[in-house]
Protein backbone atom coordinates (compact mmCIF):
# COMPACT_ATOMS: atom_id res chain seq x y z
CA UNK A 1 0.00 0.00 0.00
CA UNK A 2 1.37 3.36 -0.89
CA UNK A 3 0.90 6.02 1.81
CA UNK A 4 2.05 9.04 0.02
CA UNK A 5 1.23 10.40 -3.17
CA UNK A 6 5.22 10.50 -4.17
CA UNK A 7 7.92 8.06 -5.90
CA UNK A 8 11.15 7.75 -4.43
CA UNK A 9 13.15 10.68 -4.83
CA UNK A 10 15.55 10.66 -7.36
CA UNK A 11 19.53 12.27 -7.58
CA UNK A 12 18.30 14.44 -11.29
CA UNK A 13 21.83 16.58 -10.63
CA UNK A 14 21.99 19.97 -11.75
CA UNK A 15 21.06 20.55 -14.97
CA UNK A 16 17.98 21.63 -14.45
CA UNK A 17 17.20 24.29 -12.13
CA UNK A 18 13.93 24.16 -11.05
CA UNK A 19 13.60 22.30 -7.25
CA UNK A 20 10.70 19.46 -7.41
CA UNK A 21 11.38 16.15 -6.19
CA UNK A 22 14.00 15.11 -6.71
CA UNK A 23 18.05 16.08 -5.15
CA UNK A 24 20.76 18.13 -7.14
CA UNK A 25 23.55 17.88 -4.75
CA UNK A 26 22.96 14.82 -2.63
CA UNK A 27 23.86 11.77 -4.63
CA UNK A 28 23.47 9.27 -1.60
CA UNK A 29 25.92 6.36 -3.23
CA UNK A 30 28.60 8.83 -4.78
CA UNK A 31 31.92 8.10 -3.49
CA UNK A 32 33.21 12.08 -2.65
CA UNK A 33 36.48 12.75 -0.36
CA UNK A 34 37.27 8.96 0.14
CA UNK A 35 33.03 8.09 1.75
CA UNK A 36 29.83 8.13 0.04
CA UNK A 37 27.85 10.86 0.58
CA UNK A 38 25.57 9.14 3.12
CA UNK A 39 27.74 8.25 4.97
CA UNK A 40 29.38 11.55 5.65
CA UNK A 41 25.91 13.06 6.22
CA UNK A 42 23.69 10.22 7.94
CA UNK A 43 20.20 12.48 7.69
CA UNK A 44 17.79 11.75 10.01
CA UNK A 45 14.17 12.74 9.98
CA UNK A 46 12.99 14.27 13.34
CA UNK A 47 9.60 11.99 14.03
CA UNK A 48 8.35 15.30 16.19
CA UNK A 49 8.61 17.63 13.39
CA UNK A 50 7.67 15.29 10.53
CA UNK A 51 4.77 13.46 11.90
CA UNK A 52 3.28 14.87 14.99
CA UNK A 53 3.70 18.82 14.11
CA UNK A 54 0.47 20.44 13.10
CA UNK A 55 2.58 23.41 12.06
CA UNK A 56 1.04 25.83 14.87
CA UNK A 57 2.19 29.11 16.14
CA UNK A 58 1.44 31.15 19.30
CA UNK A 59 -0.70 33.25 17.29
CA UNK A 60 -3.02 30.17 15.15
CA UNK A 61 -3.73 26.80 15.20
CA UNK A 62 -2.51 24.03 12.77
CA UNK A 63 -2.37 24.10 9.31
CA UNK A 64 -1.01 21.02 8.36
CA UNK A 65 -2.81 18.44 5.98
CA UNK A 66 -1.54 14.93 7.02
CA UNK A 67 -2.91 11.73 5.34
CA UNK A 68 -3.49 9.90 8.55
CA UNK A 69 -5.62 12.45 9.81
CA UNK A 70 -8.31 9.91 9.25
CA UNK A 71 -7.82 8.16 12.60
CA UNK A 72 -9.02 9.57 15.51
CA UNK A 73 -8.29 6.79 18.53
CA UNK A 74 -4.49 8.04 19.65
CA UNK A 75 -3.32 4.60 19.43
CA UNK A 76 -4.58 4.23 15.77
CA UNK A 77 -3.33 6.98 14.99
CA UNK A 78 -0.30 6.17 16.75
CA UNK A 79 0.22 3.27 14.76
CA UNK A 80 -1.09 4.54 11.50
CA UNK A 81 2.44 6.72 12.11
CA UNK A 82 4.75 4.28 11.72
CA UNK A 83 3.45 2.69 8.39
CA UNK A 84 3.42 6.01 6.79
CA UNK A 85 7.25 7.00 9.19
CA UNK A 86 8.95 4.02 7.14
CA UNK A 87 7.53 4.97 3.11
CA UNK A 88 8.67 8.47 4.35
CA UNK A 89 12.00 6.87 5.11
CA UNK A 90 12.13 5.02 2.13
CA UNK A 91 10.95 7.32 -0.46
CA UNK A 92 13.45 10.26 1.15
CA UNK A 93 16.10 7.76 1.12
CA UNK A 94 17.39 8.30 4.26
CA UNK A 95 18.75 5.14 6.39
CA UNK A 96 18.14 7.22 10.17
CA UNK A 97 15.58 8.77 12.27
CA UNK A 98 14.98 9.98 16.02
CA UNK A 99 12.51 10.26 18.02
CA UNK A 100 10.84 11.29 21.54
CA UNK A 101 9.76 8.75 23.24
CA UNK A 102 6.05 11.08 23.71
CA UNK A 103 6.49 11.45 19.90
CA UNK A 104 5.33 7.58 19.24
CA UNK A 105 2.72 7.12 21.69
CA UNK A 106 -0.34 8.69 23.96
CA UNK A 107 0.15 8.99 27.44
CA UNK A 108 -1.84 6.99 29.75
CA UNK A 109 -3.17 7.29 33.54
CA UNK A 110 -0.37 6.25 34.70
CA UNK A 111 3.27 5.40 33.93
CA UNK A 112 2.86 2.30 33.78
CA UNK A 113 -0.10 2.46 30.71
CA UNK A 114 2.41 4.97 29.14
CA UNK A 115 4.69 2.28 28.74
CA UNK A 116 2.75 -0.04 27.41
CA UNK A 117 1.27 1.90 24.73
CA UNK A 118 4.69 3.11 23.96
CA UNK A 119 5.77 -0.43 23.45
CA UNK A 120 3.05 -1.20 21.16
CA UNK A 121 4.60 1.04 18.94
CA UNK A 122 7.76 0.12 19.74
CA UNK A 123 7.09 -3.45 18.29
CA UNK A 124 5.90 -2.42 15.35
CA UNK A 125 8.88 -0.09 14.94
CA UNK A 126 11.77 -2.96 15.00
CA UNK A 127 9.43 -5.09 12.77
CA UNK A 128 9.92 -2.23 10.42
CA UNK A 129 13.46 -2.22 11.23
CA UNK A 130 13.89 -5.78 10.02
CA UNK A 131 12.86 -5.39 7.04
CA UNK A 132 13.84 -2.18 5.97
CA UNK A 133 17.19 -1.77 7.86
CA UNK A 134 16.53 2.03 8.91
CA UNK A 135 18.21 3.07 11.67
CA UNK A 136 17.74 4.74 15.09
CA UNK A 137 20.27 8.38 14.65
CA UNK A 138 19.30 9.25 18.38
CA UNK A 139 16.49 8.32 20.84
CA UNK A 140 15.57 10.75 24.17
CA UNK A 141 12.55 11.31 26.59
CA UNK A 142 10.40 14.08 26.34
CA UNK A 143 10.49 15.81 29.66
CA UNK A 144 9.12 19.29 29.12
CA UNK A 145 5.66 19.03 27.66
CA UNK A 146 3.47 17.57 30.16
CA UNK A 147 2.53 20.50 32.72
CA UNK A 148 4.03 18.43 35.51
CA UNK A 149 7.36 19.08 34.20
CA UNK A 150 6.34 22.96 34.76
CA UNK A 151 9.55 23.66 36.94
CA UNK A 152 11.20 21.30 35.35
CA UNK A 153 12.62 17.54 35.43
CA UNK A 154 15.99 16.62 36.91
CA UNK A 155 15.87 20.16 37.70
CA UNK A 156 12.59 20.51 39.69
CA UNK A 157 12.21 21.32 43.08
CA UNK A 158 9.62 18.60 43.51
CA UNK A 159 11.39 15.53 44.57
CA UNK A 160 8.22 13.30 42.71
CA UNK A 161 8.85 14.89 39.70
CA UNK A 162 12.82 13.72 39.76
CA UNK A 163 11.59 10.32 40.33
CA UNK A 164 9.14 10.36 37.64
CA UNK A 165 11.80 11.74 35.39
CA UNK A 166 14.59 8.58 36.38
CA UNK A 167 11.63 6.09 35.45
CA UNK A 168 10.40 7.53 32.28
CA UNK A 169 14.50 7.82 31.25
CA UNK A 170 14.85 4.56 32.71
CA UNK A 171 12.17 3.29 29.96
CA UNK A 172 13.79 5.44 27.60
CA UNK A 173 16.56 3.81 27.29
CA UNK A 174 15.41 0.35 27.31
CA UNK A 175 13.63 1.39 23.86
CA UNK A 176 16.58 2.83 22.85
CA UNK A 177 18.56 -0.47 23.35
CA UNK A 178 15.49 -2.35 21.17
CA UNK A 179 15.63 -0.48 18.27
CA UNK A 180 19.78 -0.25 18.44
CA UNK A 181 19.67 4.01 18.64
CA UNK A 182 23.74 4.93 17.89
CA UNK A 183 23.40 7.69 20.36
CA UNK A 184 20.94 8.95 23.31
CA UNK A 185 20.49 12.73 23.72
CA UNK A 186 19.17 15.21 26.41
CA UNK A 187 17.66 18.18 25.54
CA UNK A 188 16.90 20.17 28.85
CA UNK A 189 13.78 21.34 27.44
CA UNK A 190 12.95 23.04 31.07
CA UNK A 191 16.18 22.33 33.07
CA UNK A 192 16.87 26.33 33.86
CA UNK A 193 15.29 29.23 35.92
CA UNK A 194 13.04 31.44 35.03
CA UNK A 195 14.10 33.79 38.18
CA UNK A 196 17.37 33.56 40.56
CA UNK A 197 15.44 34.93 43.08
CA UNK A 198 13.45 31.64 43.78
CA UNK A 199 16.22 29.11 42.79
CA UNK A 200 19.30 27.03 44.13
CA UNK A 201 21.49 26.82 41.02
CA UNK A 202 24.10 24.92 42.24
CA UNK A 203 21.20 22.41 43.76
CA UNK A 204 19.90 21.98 40.38
CA UNK A 205 22.87 21.51 38.69
CA UNK A 206 23.94 18.82 40.50
CA UNK A 207 20.31 17.27 40.53
CA UNK A 208 20.72 17.14 36.68
CA UNK A 209 24.59 15.77 36.77
CA UNK A 210 22.80 12.61 39.57
CA UNK A 211 20.45 11.59 36.83
CA UNK A 212 22.79 11.97 33.94
CA UNK A 213 24.86 9.62 36.02
CA UNK A 214 22.32 7.48 36.82
CA UNK A 215 21.05 6.84 33.52
CA UNK A 216 24.43 6.25 32.44
CA UNK A 217 24.78 3.75 35.01
CA UNK A 218 21.87 1.82 33.72
CA UNK A 219 22.81 1.80 29.92
CA UNK A 220 25.86 0.57 31.22
CA UNK A 221 24.11 -2.15 33.28
CA UNK A 222 21.41 -3.29 30.45
CA UNK A 223 24.26 -2.71 27.88
CA UNK A 224 22.99 0.15 25.98
CA UNK A 225 26.35 1.26 24.61
CA UNK A 226 24.91 4.62 22.77
CA UNK A 227 26.93 7.49 22.51
CA UNK A 228 25.50 10.06 25.50
CA UNK A 229 24.73 13.55 24.17
CA UNK A 230 23.42 16.88 25.70
CA UNK A 231 22.23 19.35 23.61
CA UNK A 232 22.81 23.00 24.34
CA UNK A 233 19.98 25.11 23.98
CA UNK A 234 20.26 29.23 25.95
CA UNK A 235 16.67 30.31 26.44
CA UNK A 236 13.51 29.20 25.81
CA UNK A 237 11.05 28.03 27.24
CA UNK A 238 13.43 29.12 30.13
CA UNK A 239 14.80 32.44 30.60
CA UNK A 240 17.79 30.46 31.06
CA UNK A 241 18.88 27.00 30.34
CA UNK A 242 21.77 25.38 31.81
CA UNK A 243 23.16 23.98 28.63
CA UNK A 244 23.54 27.76 27.73
CA UNK A 245 25.97 26.85 24.64
CA UNK A 246 28.71 24.63 24.01
CA UNK A 247 31.45 25.92 26.36
CA UNK A 248 28.79 26.06 29.69
CA UNK A 249 28.12 22.47 28.69
CA UNK A 250 31.21 21.31 28.35
CA UNK A 251 32.13 23.07 31.49
CA UNK A 252 29.29 21.35 33.18
CA UNK A 253 30.19 18.22 32.07
CA UNK A 254 33.53 18.40 33.64
CA UNK A 255 32.54 19.83 36.65
CA UNK A 256 30.73 17.17 37.42
CA UNK A 257 32.66 14.29 35.54
CA UNK A 258 30.26 13.16 33.33
CA UNK A 259 32.96 14.36 30.36
CA UNK A 260 34.43 11.00 29.36
CA UNK A 261 30.62 9.34 28.92
CA UNK A 262 28.75 12.69 27.10
CA UNK A 263 29.37 14.66 23.86
CA UNK A 264 27.35 17.00 22.24
CA UNK A 265 24.46 17.24 19.43
CA UNK A 266 24.63 21.09 18.09
CA UNK A 267 22.18 22.73 16.62
CA UNK A 268 22.17 25.43 14.15
CA UNK A 269 19.38 27.65 15.76
CA UNK A 270 20.16 27.17 19.28
CA UNK A 271 23.93 28.52 17.97
CA UNK A 272 22.07 31.60 17.02
CA UNK A 273 19.87 32.16 19.92
CA UNK A 274 23.12 31.57 22.23
CA UNK A 275 24.63 34.69 20.03
CA UNK A 276 27.05 32.11 17.91
CA UNK A 277 27.33 30.90 14.38
CA UNK A 278 26.62 27.09 14.07
CA UNK A 279 30.27 27.46 12.96
CA UNK A 280 31.14 28.52 16.32
CA UNK A 281 29.78 25.47 18.39
CA UNK A 282 30.76 23.07 16.23
CA UNK A 283 34.52 24.49 16.63
CA UNK A 284 34.35 24.39 20.26
CA UNK A 285 33.13 20.73 20.73
CA UNK A 286 35.09 19.96 17.37
CA UNK A 287 38.65 21.01 19.26
CA UNK A 288 37.75 19.64 22.40
CA UNK A 289 37.12 16.44 20.95
CA UNK A 290 33.32 16.93 22.24
CA UNK A 291 31.57 16.61 18.66
CA UNK A 292 28.71 14.27 19.35
CA UNK A 293 26.20 14.78 16.29
CA UNK A 294 24.54 17.69 14.50
CA UNK A 295 20.51 18.61 14.15
CA UNK A 296 20.24 20.49 11.20
CA UNK A 297 17.75 24.15 10.83
CA UNK A 298 18.12 27.66 10.82
CA UNK A 299 16.50 30.25 12.68
CA UNK A 300 15.40 33.40 10.94
CA UNK A 301 17.73 36.71 12.29
CA UNK A 302 14.59 38.62 11.61
CA UNK A 303 12.52 36.54 14.13
CA UNK A 304 14.50 35.91 16.71
CA UNK A 305 13.30 32.83 18.23
CA UNK A 306 13.23 28.96 17.91
CA UNK A 307 11.42 28.65 14.86
CA UNK A 308 13.22 25.46 13.53
CA UNK A 309 13.28 26.47 9.56
CA UNK A 310 14.83 23.90 7.21
CA UNK A 311 18.24 24.86 6.56
CA UNK A 312 18.86 26.49 3.45
CA UNK A 313 21.92 28.96 3.59
CA UNK A 314 24.18 27.77 1.72
CA UNK A 315 27.19 29.98 2.74
CA UNK A 316 26.16 28.78 6.82
CA UNK A 317 26.06 25.02 5.46
CA UNK A 318 29.13 25.30 3.77
CA UNK A 319 30.47 26.86 6.94
CA UNK A 320 29.22 23.67 9.23
CA UNK A 321 30.62 21.18 6.75
CA UNK A 322 33.96 22.54 7.26
CA UNK A 323 34.49 22.07 9.77
CA UNK A 324 33.16 18.55 9.76
CA UNK A 325 35.46 17.96 7.06
CA UNK A 326 38.20 19.43 9.12
CA UNK A 327 36.96 16.40 12.10
CA UNK A 328 36.31 14.03 8.77
CA UNK A 329 33.30 12.86 10.49
CA UNK A 330 30.41 13.96 12.32
CA UNK A 331 30.84 12.65 15.64
CA UNK A 332 31.59 8.80 16.09
CA UNK A 333 27.95 8.12 15.89
CA UNK A 334 26.97 11.15 14.78
CA UNK A 335 24.42 11.98 11.62
CA UNK A 336 22.28 15.29 10.58
CA UNK A 337 19.20 14.91 12.12
CA UNK A 338 16.53 17.41 10.61
CA UNK A 339 15.13 18.82 14.03
CA UNK A 340 13.26 21.11 11.06
CA UNK A 341 9.47 21.69 10.57
CA UNK A 342 7.98 23.38 7.10
CA UNK A 343 6.31 26.71 7.61
CA UNK A 344 3.07 26.80 8.62
CA UNK A 345 1.54 27.96 5.15
CA UNK A 346 3.31 24.92 3.45
CA UNK A 347 0.41 22.97 4.78
CA UNK A 348 0.20 20.10 2.54
CA UNK A 349 1.45 16.56 2.86
CA UNK A 350 3.94 16.91 -0.27
CA UNK A 351 5.40 20.13 1.46
CA UNK A 352 7.60 17.72 4.06
CA UNK A 353 9.49 15.77 1.25
CA UNK A 354 10.19 19.50 -0.06
CA UNK A 355 11.79 20.56 3.03
CA UNK A 356 13.28 18.07 3.82
CA UNK A 357 15.03 17.75 0.26
CA UNK A 358 16.09 21.80 0.53
CA UNK A 359 17.59 20.61 3.85
CA UNK A 360 19.60 17.34 2.00
CA UNK A 361 20.78 19.49 -0.93
CA UNK A 362 21.97 22.62 1.24
CA UNK A 363 24.08 20.24 3.05
CA UNK A 364 25.38 17.94 0.42
CA UNK A 365 26.27 21.21 -1.16
CA UNK A 366 28.16 22.37 1.56
CA UNK A 367 29.83 19.07 1.91
CA UNK A 368 30.65 19.74 -2.16
CA UNK A 369 32.39 22.65 -1.18
CA UNK A 370 34.07 22.41 1.95
CA UNK A 371 35.79 18.89 0.41
CA UNK A 372 37.26 21.10 -2.55
CA UNK A 373 38.32 23.73 -0.27
CA UNK A 374 40.53 21.10 1.58
CA UNK A 375 41.81 19.64 -1.21
CA UNK A 376 43.09 23.30 -2.02
CA UNK A 377 44.43 23.55 1.35
CA UNK A 378 42.95 27.49 0.84
CA UNK A 379 41.74 27.83 4.74
CA UNK A 380 44.91 25.71 5.11
CA UNK A 381 47.06 27.96 3.76
CA UNK A 382 44.93 31.15 4.84
CA UNK A 383 45.68 30.12 8.54
CA UNK A 384 49.27 29.06 8.43
CA UNK A 385 50.17 32.49 7.00
CA UNK A 386 48.23 34.70 9.45
CA UNK A 387 50.07 32.45 12.26
CA UNK A 388 53.69 32.08 10.38
CA UNK A 389 55.12 34.43 12.98
CA UNK A 390 55.21 31.47 15.16
CA UNK A 391 57.42 29.45 13.55
CA UNK A 392 60.56 30.85 13.36
CA UNK A 393 62.59 33.82 15.78
CA UNK A 394 60.81 34.85 18.88
CA UNK A 395 57.83 32.65 17.75
CA UNK A 396 59.16 29.61 17.82
CA UNK A 397 60.72 30.76 21.40
CA UNK A 398 57.08 31.59 22.34
CA UNK A 399 55.92 27.93 21.23
CA UNK A 400 58.38 25.82 22.74
CA UNK A 401 58.69 27.50 25.84
CA UNK A 402 62.45 28.50 25.70
CA UNK A 403 60.88 32.54 26.16
CA UNK A 404 59.76 33.78 29.31
CA UNK A 405 58.77 37.25 30.31
CA UNK A 406 62.27 38.49 31.13
CA UNK A 407 63.58 37.33 27.48
CA UNK A 408 60.05 38.59 25.98
CA UNK A 409 61.09 42.33 27.90
CA UNK A 410 64.42 42.04 26.38
CA UNK A 411 63.36 41.40 22.86
CA UNK A 412 60.83 43.89 22.99
CA UNK A 413 62.01 47.10 25.68
CA UNK A 414 63.85 48.88 22.95
CA UNK A 415 61.11 48.38 19.64
CA UNK A 416 59.93 51.57 18.31
CA UNK A 417 56.46 51.62 17.97
CA UNK A 418 56.91 51.66 13.74
CA UNK A 419 59.04 48.25 14.35
CA UNK A 420 56.00 46.49 16.49
CA UNK A 421 53.43 47.78 13.83
CA UNK A 422 55.21 46.43 10.69
CA UNK A 423 55.56 43.30 12.51
CA UNK A 424 51.82 42.81 11.39
CA UNK A 425 50.33 42.03 8.26
CA UNK A 426 46.48 42.54 6.75
CA UNK A 427 44.10 38.80 7.07
CA UNK A 428 42.47 40.21 3.95
CA UNK A 429 39.57 38.98 5.41
CA UNK A 430 37.35 40.38 2.47
CA UNK A 431 39.50 38.43 -0.25
CA UNK A 432 39.36 34.94 2.06
CA UNK A 433 35.23 35.75 1.76
CA UNK A 434 35.26 36.66 -1.60
CA UNK A 435 37.16 33.15 -2.45
CA UNK A 436 34.71 30.75 -0.27
CA UNK A 437 31.98 32.79 -2.59
CA UNK A 438 33.77 31.58 -5.60
CA UNK A 439 34.42 28.23 -4.75
CA UNK A 440 30.31 27.83 -3.65
CA UNK A 441 29.83 29.31 -7.28
CA UNK A 442 32.29 26.63 -9.16
CA UNK A 443 32.20 23.43 -6.83
CA UNK A 444 28.09 23.70 -8.02
CA UNK A 445 27.67 24.40 -11.57
Do not use: C
Not at 95 to 108: K, M, S, T, V
Amino acid sequence: MAYWNVDKVPYVGTDKLESGLGFHYYNADEVIGGKKMRDWLRFSVAYWHTFDQRLVDNFGDGTAIRPYDKYSDPMDLALAKVDYAFEFYDKLGVDFFAFHDRDLAPEGDTLRETNANLDKVVDRIVEYQKTTGKKVLWNTSNMFGNPRFVAGAATSPFADVFAYSAAQIKHSLEVGKRVGSENYVFWGGREGYESLWNTDMKLEQSHAAKLFHLAKDYANEIGFDAQFMLEPKPKEPMTHQYDFDAATTLNFLKEYGLENDFKLNLEGNHANLAGHTYQHEIRVAREAGMLGSLDANEGDKLIGWDIDEFPSNLYESVAAMTEVVEEGQIGPHGGLNFDSKPRRSSFEANDLFYSHIVGMDTFAAGLRVALKMKEDKVLDNVVADRYSSYKSGIGADIESGKAGLAELEAYTIDKTSKEIRDATHSDHLEQVKDTINHYIIDALK
